[in-house]
């Protein structure tokens, strides 16, 4: 015996399936927000008009840096035109890309040739977000990222 499709039953399937989409969006669009770590900068203009002046004595530094994550210890190495650099003062937060509930501060101790901390992270991609400071007072940015094997 043959099912009659009556009118009923096609708003019910259109009203299920456009239910369904609709849900989807309002979920993905509620941990977009909840997991947006935030702003970068309070003022977008005023940080312009200083960032080539920043970026022109960083490059004059000539550092490099280099993080890199093995058996629990997160390792920074920076490399200048004369080798090893040690900063004045270093500042980093480890953490994912798009949340900031798991982020930390490692506690670094310079080993001689680079900076270490010990860290317990889960496997994935994470950001390494530096503020090193030279002693003249040059300041030293940049964000590198690591990649933490599943098993490591």
Do not use: C
């Amino acid at each position: 015996m043959e099912r009659e499709i009556t009118g009923r039953m096609v708003l019910a399937g259109m009203v299920g399936a456009f239910g369904i989409i609709i849900a989807v969006n309002l979920t993905m669009a509620y941990l977009a927000i909840g997991t947006f770590p935030g702003l970068e900068t309070r003022n977008s203009y005023v940080a312009s008009q200083q960032f080539q002046a920043a970026r022109d004595a960083q490059v004059a530094l000539g550092w490099t840096a280099k993080a890199s994550y093995q058996d629990g210890q997160l390792r920074i190495d920076f490399t200048g035109p004369n080798g090893v650099v040690n900063p004045a003062t270093l500042d980093a937060t480890l953490g994912r890309a798009t949340r900031i509930d798991q982020d930390i501060a490692p506690d670094f101790q310079f080993d001689g040739r680079g900076h270490v901390a010990t860290v317990q992270i889960a496997p994935g991609y994470w950001n390494v977000r530096l503020d090193a400071w030279d002693v003249d007072g040059t300041r030293f940015r940049q964000r590198l990222q690591i990649l933490v094997p599943a098993g490591d």
